[in-house]
Structure formats: C-alpha cells, structure tokens
C-alpha cells in the first residue's frame, strides 16, 4: 500500500508564492514522482516530474522558471515550489507516483499512485 498526501495549498494573490509538499508513505519514495494538475472544466494536465534520484526534473512549459520540483528522499517528501503565480495557475494539484519508473514520466498512465490534491487558487 502506498499512500500519498498533498499540503500547502491555498488562495494567493497573482504574484505571491506557495510551496507544496507531498507525503509519500512506503517504498514509493525510490521511484520517479510528479506533479499534475486539473483546473474546472478542464482534462488533468502534466506539471512537473522528478527522478527516483532527483537529479531529473521536467516542466511543462506552462511553468518553466516558475515553478521548481524537488524532493527528499530521506523524509519522503517531494516539493513545488511555486513562484510569480498566475490566475491560469488555479487549479487542484495532486501529487503522483510511479509503481516502477525511476526516470522522469510526463503522462498519467504512467503513474500508479494518486494523491486527493490540493486546491490552489491564484487571485487577479
């Protein structure tokens, strides 16, 4: 059993900083990890994904220079650090994990383990 746990979102205003963090449980700590996110309305999308090692990060384009993915696998927890937020950015984030790959993945079937996401709001 794998469980995940997202924290640290909030309502901002476009401009402002907030920092998620992810809670991981079991071995899924050694594995690659990411960040999706799925706006009203909208399909869930790719954010950010980082290595079993966190020597690799991906970004979507979206947020290249804003947001920066990270983690620690000592304390099983991966971060987004999220900077120069947007409206565009509101959205429930939720923390991923992959049941296999140690290198960085991008689409939502390759990752086995969800967690119940965190609401992010971005004020005008």
């Known amino acids: 059993q794998v469980q995940l746990v997202e924290s640290g979102g909030g309502l901002v205003q476009a401009g402002g900083s907030l920092r998620l963090s992810c809670a991981a449980s079991?071995?899924?700590?050694?594995?690659?990890m990411g960040w999706f996110r799925q706006a009203p309305g909208k399909e869930r999308e790719f954010v950010a994904a980082?290595?079993?090692?966190?020597?690799?990060?991906m970004y979507a384009d979206s947020v290249k220079g804003r947001l920066t993915i990270s983690r620690d696998n000592s304390k099983r927890t991966m971060y987004l650090e999220m900077n120069s937020l947007k409206p565009e950015d509101t959205a429930v984030y939720y923390c991923?994990?992959?049941?296999?790959?140690?290198?960085?993945?991008?689409?939502?079937?390759?990752?086995?383990?969800w967690g119940q996401g965190t609401q992010v709001t971005v004020s005008s």
């Open positions: 079991g071995r899924t700590s050694t594995y690659a």
């Open positions: 980082i290595s079993w090692s966190g020597d690799s990060t």
């Open positions: 991923a994990a992959s049941g296999g790959y140690y290198s960085v993945r991008e689409r939502l079937d390759e990752y086995d383990y």
